[in-house]
Every structure is written in structure tokens, then in C-alpha cells.
């Protein structure tokens, strides 16, 4: 039998690990409050100056204490609306056949991942591509397959063409020179990665691609892995550029292992464009004829960009504000 003495003992010692185990408990919480506290969320970035407006959508969401999936998808959606945004949605710049591709993909938190490639007469092919996540058990509709997939779903069928991007084209076709040329003034996909108030990562991508593409050609932007990578415990990228050279060095994903490495945003984006430079080198291609540009954002809400040439922005909404960044380039190009 247990005497008093015994008793009143282990009731001490009881007692005193139970006290210890609770200061222990509440020194961990407070250890992630103030961890919690230095994240730099919510917060969201993408490529190119329209990424600015488009922030603005995701902001609204990430603002309130939204997700970071429904913020990626409502921001891509303002450029991919946009008939002036010539390189995305409605109002992308055709292929060579004159048929306006667009290609997208998105990726979520839980590694959920949907994506679509030459899909024409949908303006939004990012919802598309969110409902191929999450409304069937595949990843990657192309195609034909993917406008009958887009209309099974209620969206509609439209002319995607307008007059600038036709006259464009119809010019282009005088001399039909197969040179796709990337820099400020024809600017591209819209890339966008966030991290919402929870903690959690997403991505979206969309793009019409190449202007003047050969038909059927597929680039890096609804490539998981290539144009956009999200890993919710390390960070997201997201690329922009040619993406034959993306896809050469499945650009989003080494960026993203690069930050699981240690790396910071910046540094992860800067060796994947050396990698870009390096396989360039190594097959005697031009590197003034191409720009990669890739953004990257950590965990802790830390963000960075690289690019091959001077003249890739991107756009950060977080807590100061909406401000559009240079990002620092391998090669500085002179004006003309
Ligand atoms: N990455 C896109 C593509 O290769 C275009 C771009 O962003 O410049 O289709």
C-alpha cells in the first residue's frame, strides 16, 4: 500500500513535471508565435509590370486572410481577361497558323497540381486548368481534349483574337522569320506565386506562349516542374522566357530544390540561370538571343528573381506595399 509519505512524494514530483511540461509546451509556442511572427505573409509576386494589377486581384484575397489558390487564380485571371495584355488570354498573339494556344498550369499547397496546353477559344484557361486538378484524376489535358474538357465545364467558346494581335500577325507573315524574341516590350507568361496568411504555398502560370510559335509547340508554362514549382514546406518559382530552356533544366523545380538546399530565393534563381548559361555554352547557342527569367519565393516570405538579360520586372505585394522590382540579370545588355 501506498503510504502518505510515498504518496505526497510522487504527487510533488507529479506536479513539478507536469509544471515543467507545460512551461516547456508554452516556450514552444511562443518560439513559433515569434518564428510565425517574422514570416513575411501574406504576401504574393509575379512576372512583368502586369503582374502589378494582377497582385492587386490577389491581394484582395490574400488581404483578408484568403488562400493562396484562390489569390494565384483571381490574379492570372486579370491579365488572361485583358485584351492589352498581348501575351496571355484573350488578346494573346496567335501561333504561325494564327491560332491563339494558350497553355497554363497551377499548383496547391497539398502538391494538387492541373494544367493545360494549347487550349484555344478559352479565355481563362488558369480555371481550366484549376478544374482539371480538381474535378477529374488526371493532370494535363492538351489540345483538343482540352477545349471539350473546358466545355464540359461551362466555359465558353470564344474568339480570343484582336485586331492588334491579327494585324501583328499579318505582318509577321510577310516575312514569316521564325525568330521568337523575348525582352520589355513583348513581355510573357504571367507567373504568380503566394503564401496566404496560413503559412500555405500556390502557384498559377499562364501564357499564350511564344508569339508566332509553330502549331503544337509547347513551352514551359503548364509544365510542372519547368514553369511553375511549388513545394509548401520549402517555396515556390515560377519562370518566364524562352522555355525551351526552361524545360532544358526543369527550371521550377531546381529553384525550389536549390531553397531546400539553403539557398535564398535570390541565389536559387541565379544558379538556375547560370545552369541555363552553362547548357547554352555548352551547344554554342547565342545567349543574347534568349531571356529566362525566374522569381522564387521561401517559406519565410523571403523572395528573389534572376534573369539572363536586364530588363525582366516583377511585381511584390506584401505588407509594403505594391512595388515593381528589376531583377538583376546575368548579361546587361546596352540600349540601343
Ligand atoms: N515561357 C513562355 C513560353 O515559352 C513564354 C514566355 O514567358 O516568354 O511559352
Given at each position: 500500500m501506498t503510504s502518505r509519505k510515498t504518496f505526497l512524494k510522487t504527487s510533488a514530483i507529479t506536479g513539478a513535471a507536469m509544471l515543467l511540461n507545460?512551461?516547456?509546451?508554452?516556450?514552444?509556442?511562443?518560439?513559433?508565435?515569434?518564428?510565425?511572427?517574422?514570416?513575411?505573409?501574406?504576401?504574393?509576386?509575379?512576372?512583368?509590370?502586369?503582374?502589378?494589377?494582377?497582385?492587386?486581384?490577389?491581394?484582395?484575397?490574400?488581404?483578408?486572410?484568403?488562400k493562396a489558390l484562390d489569390a494565384v487564380e483571381a490574379g492570372v485571371r486579370v491579365p488572361e481577361a485583358d485584351p492589352t495584355?498581348?501575351?496571355?488570354?484573350?488578346?494573346?498573339?496567335?501561333?504561325?497558323?494564327?491560332?491563339?494556344?494558350?497553355?497554363?498550369?497551377?499548383?496547391?499547397?497539398?502538391?494538387?497540381?492541373?494544367?493545360?496546353?494549347?487550349?484555344?477559344?478559352?479565355?481563362?484557361?488558369?480555371?481550366?486548368?484549376?478544374?482539371?486538378?480538381?474535378?477529374?484524376?488526371?493532370?494535363?489535358?492538351?489540345?483538343?481534349?482540352?477545349?471539350?474538357?473546358?466545355?464540359s465545364q461551362g466555359f465558353p467558346k470564344e474568339n480570343l483574337m484582336v485586331p492588334d494581335s491579327e494585324r501583328e500577325w499579318k505582318e509577321w507573315l510577310k516575312k514569316s522569320e521564325y525568330k521568337p524574341i523575348v525582352n520589355i516590350e513583348n513581355h510573357d507568361t504571367i507567373g504568380m506565386i503566394?503564401?496566404?496568411?496560413?503559412?500555405?504555398?500556390?502557384?498559377?502560370?499562364?501564357?499564350?506562349?511564344?508569339?508566332?510559335?509553330?502549331?503544337?509547340?509547347?513551352?514551359?508554362?503548364?509544365?510542372?516542374?519547368?514553369?511553375?514549382?511549388?513545394?509548401?514546406?520549402?517555396?515556390?518559382a515560377t519562370a518566364t522566357g524562352h522555355g525551351e530552356e526552361v524545360i532544358r533544366i526543369a527550371g521550377c523545380h531546381l529553384v525550389v530544390e536549390l531553397?531546400?538546399?539553403?539557398?535564398?530565393?535570390?541565389?536559387?534563381?541565379?544558379?538556375?540561370?547560370?545552369?541555363?548559361?552553362?547548357?547554352?555554352?555548352?551547344?554554342?547557342?547565342?545567349?543574347?538571343?534568349?531571356?529566362?527569367?525566374?522569381i522564387a519565393l521561401n517559406k519565410q516570405g523571403e523572395y528573389g528573381s534572376y534573369c539572363v538579360q536586364g530588363g525582366f520586372s516583377y511585381a511584390v505585394f506584401d505588407k509594403e506595399g505594391n512595388n515593381l522590382k528589376n531583377s538583376d540579370a546575368h548579361l546587361i545588355i546596352p540600349k540601343k
Open positions: 507545460s512551461l516547456h509546451i508554452d516556450a514552444k509556442a511562443e518560439k513559433r508565435e515569434r518564428k510565425n511572427k517574422q514570416v513575411n505573409k501574406p504576401i504574393v509576386l509575379s512576372t512583368w509590370n502586369f503582374g502589378l494589377k494582377a497582385n492587386e486581384a490577389a491581394w484582395e484575397i490574400l488581404s483578408k486572410g484568403g495584355e498581348r501575351s496571355v488570354g484573350y488578346g494573346g498573339r496567335p501561333d504561325r497558323d494564327g491560332r491563339i494556344t494558350l497553355d497554363a498550369c497551377i499548383m496547391d499547397e497539398m502538391s494538387n497540381i492541373g494544367s493545360v496546353a494549347g487550349l484555344e477559344f478559352i479565355k481563362h484557361p488558369i480555371s481550366v486548368a484549376r478544374a482539371v486538378m480538381e474535378k477529374t484524376p488526371h493532370v494535363m489535358f492538351v489540345g483538343d481534349g482540352a477545349l471539350q474538357f473546358a466545355l503566394a503564401l496566404d496568411a496560413n503559412g500555405n504555398l500556390s502557384g498559377a502560370c499562364t501564357t499564350s506562349g511564344m508569339a508566332f510559335k509553330m502549331h503544337g509547340r509547347v513551352g514551359d508554362s503548364p509544365i510542372i516542374g519547368a514553369g511553375l514549382y511549388v513545394d509548401n514546406e520549402i517555396g515556390a531553397m531546400r538546399q539553403g539557398k535564398s530565393p535570390e541565389d536559387a534563381c541565379k544558379e538556375a540561370v547560370n545552369r541555363v548559361v552553362h547548357l547554352m555554352e555548352i551547344r554554342k547557342k547565342n545567349l543574347s538571343d534568349i531571356q529566362v527569367g525566374f
